[in-house]
Structures are given as C-alpha cells and as structure tokens.
Nanobody
Framework: QVQLVESGGGLVQPGGSLSLSCTASGIIFSIYTMGWYRQAPGKERELVARITSGGTTNYGDSVKGRFTISRDNAKNTVYLQMNSLKPEDTAVYYC??????????WGQGTQVTVSS
C-alpha cells in the first residue's frame, strides 16, 4: 500500500519560513518524480515544485526564488523549504509521487497559513 505522509505545515507570519516534509512508503521512491502542489480555497490545485528522479527541478512562477525542493532517496523523503512567505501562499499543500498515469499518488495534505 502506497502512503505519502506530509508534515511541517502550520501558521507563520508574512516574510517567515517553513519547511515541509513528505515521507513515502510502498513505492520505489528513487525512481519517482516527486512534487508539491497546493490548493487555496476556491482555487484549482497548482504545481508548487517538482523534482525528478535525476534531480531536475522546476517551480511554479509564483514561488521561484523563494521555495526550494529537495529529496533524500535514502530516507524516502522529499522536502520543500519555503522562505519569504506571503499571505497568498496560504493553502493546503499536497505531496505527489508520479511515474505514469497509473502510478500517481497523493498525500492527505498539510495546511500552511501565512498571516500576521
């Protein structure tokens, strides 16, 4: 059974930092593209950042230069370091593991709230 477990969400002030983690089980983690997506109330889910099995990264335009995605294959974990957070970063953040259309998995999500 595939499980993706996110942690690290919470409340942070504008300009602050937060780090998310997602630990996977039930998959060969190292061969999957891992990603972070987010969904704010009333909006569609959008890509935040993605990292391939080979370490290539890409980011959503709104987070470039502020967020960093990384992975530790030995720990089956993908990370998202979020700096210079803005109120518009408030959303539920979801971890994704993707290899094909039929091997695409999601975590339960973790809430990130940026507010003073």
């Amino acid at each position: 059974q595939v499980q993706l477990v996110e942690s690290g969400g919470g409340l942070v002030q504008p300009g602050g930092s937060l780090s998310l983690s997602c630990t996977a089980s039930g998959i060969i983690f190292s061969i999957y593209t891992m990603g972070w997506y987010r969904q704010a109330p009333g909006k569609e889910r959008e890509l935040v950042a993605r990292i391939t099995s080979g370490g290539t990264t890409n980011y959503g335009d709104s987070v470039k230069g502020r967020f960093t995605i990384s992975r530790d294959n030995a720990k089956n974990t993908v990370y998202l370091q979020m700096n210079s957070l803005k109120p518009e970063d408030t959303a539920v953040y979801y971890c994704n593991a993707h290899m094909t259309v039929r091997t695409d998995y999601w975590g339960q999500g973790t809430q990130v709230t940026v507010s003073s």
